[in-house]
Antibody, heavy 122, light 108 residues
Framework: EVQLVQSGAEVKKPGESLRISCKASGYRFSTYWIAWVRQTPEKGLEWMGIVYPDDSDAKYSPSFQGQVFMSADKSINTVYLQWTSLKASDTAIYYC???????????????WGQGTLVTVSP | EIVMTQSPATLSVSPGERVTLSCRASESVSQNLAWYQQKPGQAPRLLIYAASTRASGIPVRFSGSGSGTEFTLTISSLQSDDFAVYYCQQYEKWPPYTFGRGTKLEIK
């Protein structure tokens, strides 16, 4: 069974750094791209970017380029999303999601993590 | 980026009814369109991909159609478990993949 298990909720102050994680199991981790998706009441679901676990190659949405960093550690089947300086506007639920197909580029996301709530407040 | 527009924003329906949700893309996405269901406190769940292919384990009452810029999701006979928010997503042109704002199905 494919599972993506994300790290727990975080409460941070503006300007702080943060790294959240998504641990995968039940499939060949290294060769399926994993995306990060942000959800807020104001903007709904926003696709942030995607990372290839085998070599940590990452592609970002223009809206998030330079704001976050995505990486992977294939030795522990985990991908990461990190910020160096959080803003209040980063308050959201963050999901990781695995691509349905291994090699295809035109493919949706079939397995999702449970979400990580990040709250940024003074 | 491609803008996805869903209508209506909210739909009040009764169990057993047939319901059709709409999704429009600002430019052609061919058939690279997915539908997701999201319940409160849960992650989105893939229902339909390639515009009309049901994902693994999805009941046959869910069906999708369309191509280019116009798409629909139909639920043939609403069950109590189907009251949720439904999102469409295009994966034709990325980055970024883009989602619609969702249609909320609520009990009439």
């Amino acid at each position: 069974e494919v599972q993506l298990v994300q790290s727990g909720a975080e409460v941070k102050k503006p300007g702080e750094s943060l790294r959240i994680s998504c641990k995968a199991s039940g499939y060949r981790f290294s060769t399926y791209w994993i995306a990060w998706v942000r959800q807020t009441p104001e903007k709904g679901l926003e696709w942030m970017g995607i990372v290839y676990p085998d070599d940590s190659d990452a592609k970002y949405s223009p809206s998030f380029q330079g704001q976050v960093f995505m990486s992977a550690d294939k030795s522990i089947n985990t991908v990461y999303l990190q910020w160096t300086s959080l803003k209040a506007s980063d308050t959201a639920i963050y999901y990781c999601a695995k691509r349905l197909e291994e090699m295809a580029t035109l493919t949706p996301f079939d397995s999702w993590g449970q979400g990580t709530l990040v709250t940024v407040s003074p | 980026e491609i803008v996805m527009t869903q209508s209506p924003a909210t739909l009040s329906v009764s169990p057993g009814e047939r319901v059709t949700l709409s999704c429009r893309a600002s430019e052609s996405v061919s058939q690279n369109l997915a539908w997701y269901q999201q319940k409160p406190g849960q992650a989105p769940r893939l229902l339909i991909y390639a515009a009309s292919t049901r994902a693994s384990g999805i009941p046959v009452r869910f069906s999708g159609s369309g191509s280019g810029t116009e798409f629909t999701l139909t639920i043939s006979s609403l069950q109590s478990d189907d009251f949720a928010v439904y999102y469409c997503q295009q994966y034709e042109k990325w980055p970024p993949y883009t989602f619609g704002r969702g249609t909320k199905l609520e009990i009439k």
